[in-house]
């Protein structure tokens, strides 16, 4: 085998979606020994990244440019997509190669960490990723939301391209007060207000006794109609309860041609509040895993309370990256985080790849790191201080990619 590694550009797509199809499923229309007709390739904010054996694909993936928020911070992230090796190469460790050369050119562009959807997180833990959160589809029977009504003071009506601003502003509004979604801006999300309207049968917007628009739900009817059909729901966010209340009014209207309702949700989902039954149950799971690139970088992009100033002191043991491996030092205060490498100075909190990943998400605390061996040493008593400065908010996706 003669390994190199090189981006791939619009003479690979063929090779890389013949490659993609072998791996996730043809199409069932066109005939499957099809390849899909040319479009961009690789996609706006996407860089494909190949291994070849000769001249030969042996490997590819895609790495999307995002930015992540982080409790009003906007973290410069990679996301990984369409990660596959030919059947012929796989167990040869070519994964480790390319993700080294991925993670590098992920790194130069200045993002500081690393997202993705594994069909298995064991493929990932040892470059650093670990579970962080759930971008899952849940059911609900139609009838369980037929008591909910429109408050009044609020009205609803079909969305047009010129709400698309207030849409995306109700979106960064939620998003912006969590740990994890995607800002729906930048190179990935070129798209524009008509291609969003677009790829839904409707967008609903609730709007208040101002015109504001306080909430929006997008959504697909589905093909059929009876017990067995779903209404699909992709985005349902409002502003306020009575907004939510007003979306949740339009979605249970449908009862009579729909027997459930389908949502795509994350976390403990706002929308929840307004829903007078239990059901909700996850039936299509799809875990998402981070991973911190550059460790000084990450922390450094992100604000804190003001209510706490401290200088702690920590370290990466394990990682495979071995330059972030060592000391850090970690300066907060006035809201700001300045975190550098520092030496080592031993017996100091020291945190594995995986547990750096986790506490960076805030989706655990540090005794439950303790306690799965992702954290160790230093003292006990930072903790409280820890968990104050980077947990306490909802780790949250809503795009899948
Ligand atoms: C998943 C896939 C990319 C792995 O390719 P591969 O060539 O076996 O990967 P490598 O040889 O570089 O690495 C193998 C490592 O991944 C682990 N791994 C591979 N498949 C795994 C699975 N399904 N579950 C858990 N771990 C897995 C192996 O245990 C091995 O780890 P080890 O070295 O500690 O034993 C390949 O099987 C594939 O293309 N599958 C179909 C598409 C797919 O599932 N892609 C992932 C999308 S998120």
Not at 225 to 247: H, P, Q
Request: overall charge negative; hydrophobic content about 40%.
């Amino acid at each position: 085998m003669t390994i190199s590694h090189r981006l791939l550009d619009q003479n690979d797509a063929d090779a890389s979606i013949r490659l993609g199809q072998e791996a996730f499923g043809f199409p069932s229309d066109p005939a499957p020994a099809t390849v899909a007709p040319a479009k961009p390739f690789p996609p706006a904010g996407a860089h494909a990244h190949g291994i070849f054996d000769g001249d030969e694909l042996a490997a590819r993936l895609f790495a999307r440019e995002y930015l992540s928020h982080f409790a009003g911070e906007q973290v410069p992230t990679c996301g990984i997509a369409g990660v596959t090796v030919k059947a012929e190469y796989r167990g040869r460790g070519l994964l480790t190669d390319l993700f080294a050369a991925v993670h590098d050119a992920a790194k130069d562009r200045g993002e500081v960490i690393s997202t993705l959807f594994p069909t298995a997180p064991g493929i990932y833990r040892r470059f650093g990723y670990e579970l962080v959160g759930d971008y899952s589809t849940v059911e609900i029977p139609s009838a369980a939301l037929a008591s909910i009504r429109r408050p009044a003071g609020i009205e609803v009506r079909r969305a047009g391209v010129d709400d698309a601003e207030a849409i995306q502003r109700v979106y960064h509004q939620w998003a912006s007060s969590q740990h994890g979604p995607l800002t729906r801006t930048g190179p990935s999300f070129s798209g524009g207000a008509a291609e969003f309207l677009d790829s839904f049968n409707g967008v609903t917007v609730a709007v208040d006794s101002a015109q504001q628009v306080v909430g929006f739900a997008s959504w697909d009817r589905g093909p059929s109609t009876g017990r067995g059909s779903a209404f699909e729901v992709s985005d349902l966010i409002g502003s306020t309860a009575a907004a939510t209340a007003a979306l949740w009014s339009v979605v249970a209207s449908f009862a009579s041609v729909t027997g459930k309702v389908k949502v795509d949700t994350s976390g403990d989902d706002l929308a929840r509040f307004a829903l007078p039954s239990v059901d909700w149950s996850v039936v299509s799971p799809r875990p998402y895993m981070l991973a911190v690139l550059d460790v000084a970088g990450a922390f450094t992009a992100r604000s804190v309370t003001a209510a706490i100033a401290a200088e702690l002191e920590f370290a990466i043991a394990g990682h495979p990256i071995g330059a972030q491996n060592g000391g850090y030092r970690l300066n907060v205060g006035a809201g700001q985080v300045d975190c550098r490498h520092a030496s080592d100075s031993g017996g100091v909190r020291t945190y594995s790849p995986q547990g750096i990943a986790v506490a960076y998400a805030g989706t655990q605390s540090s005794a439950n790191l303790r306690t799965v061996g992702m954290l160790s040493g230093g003292d006990p008593g930072d903790d409280s201080v820890w968990d104050a400065l980077f947990g306490g908010h909802q780790f949250h996706i809503r795009d899948y990619f």
